[in-house]
């Protein structure tokens, strides 16, 4: 199945890399009305949160949404993909107009790295990167998106199902 779903490009993300981005994932002490296996998106803190239940959750440092793509509130995961093809779609493409018509899942240059989750909301998806884009996690960087490090994505993918729901908090 062919994804449209959308990311900045590589140079601008780099630029908006913030400090810290290299922080690794780690289990952690999560207080939270949230029910465990719940995926809690904190955007002020760069952080996603997959909710383990007594006080734990996994934390994995992510990129977010730029200025002005910023969304929050709830959402579901409605699909899960390997190494997913990916085609840009008009916003992207008009911020660079010589990305080719689709990038083949697994390519070195796919910006949807090794898995993607999308969610039940309009080309938004939870997804890998590229080796250029992995100095983007910890920044506002996307489209709407949420990058991850392809080996995060990875462990995120094998963790949550189609249904799981998703918080994304401002």
């Known amino acids: 199945m062919i994804l449209r779903l959308v990311f900045i490009s590589t140079l601008l993300a780099g630029a908006l890399a913030l400090p810290g981005a290299g922080a690794a994932r780690e289990k952690v002490r999560y207080e939270t009305s949230a029910a465990p296996g719940t995926i809690v998106i904190d955007t002020a803190r760069r952080k996603l949160f997959f909710v383990l239940g007594d006080g734990k959750a996994i934390s994995y440092p992510v990129g977010v949404p ?16 390997v190494r997913p093809d990916w085609i840009p779609p008009p916003d992207v493409r008009a911020e660079a107009p010589n990305l080719p018509d689709r990038v083949r899942g697994g390519a070195p240059n796919n910006p949807m790295g090794a898995r993607a989750i999308t969610l039940d909301r309009s080309d938004i998806a939870i997804h890998g990167s590229t080796q250029r884009m992995r100095a983007s996690i ?14 995060d994505v990875i462990d ?14 401002p």
């Open 66 to 81: 730029r200025r002005g793509s910023e969304w929050s509130g709830t959402a579901s995961v409605n699909g899960k993909y």
């Open 138 to 151: 910890g920044g506002a960087v996307s489209h709407g998106c949420i990058r991850m490090r392809n080996e």
């Open 156 to 169: 995120l993918y094998d963790r949550v199902s189609v249904g799981t729901p998703v918080l994304m908090t």
